[in-house]
């Protein structure tokens, strides 16, 4: 079965620098979702990539599928305690469900 | 409008009880999802179902776990003699259509379930 790997599991961050979360799958990816949760709520959604090389943005935060490399990451500019949360990374597996990777738990410090 | 709600928020009940959590997915989503948050264990899937479709159950980790979706919408997960492994956020999502191709799945805000 597909599993997704995210690195690193924690990041602690000074507001205003720029970092990036890795996610990266144990088979081909077709589609992969962004998503940030926050403790005791639920998962926001943030972006989905379909195709490889293809790229998206919202606000601050940046987000690439590199196919050849199973391999997805998220990048955001300029961080803001706003940003502070869990990103998850999902893909779909074999037609079914989402599977998620165990998380990335960021913290900004001002 | 309105995004996927579930109930209860919070759920503390005594092992061997059984528990039912309810989900409300978005008006005219097609597709609805269950999921399972544990420490440690990370995101699991449950169950998923599509339209009227039969649901696909391969993630109930047991036959304790059922699941039913009424009319096309509101959704009931039901854990019978629960267990204290039991214990995570059960969420529930939705999207406006099935997995080929993918849609965006929203997520409501999950039922912490505590089996003390």
Known sequence: SQELEQSPQSLIVQEGKNLTINCTSSKTLYGLYWYKQKYGEGLIFLMMLQKGGEEKSHEKITAKLDEKKQQSSLHITASQPSHAGIYLCGANQAGTALIFGKGTTLSVSS | ?116
């Open chain 2, 1 to 116: 409008g309105a995004g996927v709600s579930q109930s209860p928020s919070n759920k503390v009940t005594e092992k061997g009880k059984d528990v039912e959590l309810r989900c409300d997915p978005i008006s005219g989503h097609t597709a609805l999802y269950w999921y399972r948050q544990s420490l440690g264990q990370g995101l699991e899937f449950l169950i998923y179902f599509q339209g009227n479709s039969a649901p696909d159950k391969s993630g109930l980790p047991s036959d304790r776990f059922s699941a039913e979706r009424t009319g096309g919408s509101v959704s009931t997960l039901t854990i019978q003699r629960t267990q204290q492994e039991d214990s995570a956020v059960y969420l529930c999502a939705s999207s406006l259509g099935g997995l080929a191709p993918p849609y965006e799945q929203y997520f409501g805000p999950g039922t912490r379930l505590t089996v003390t």
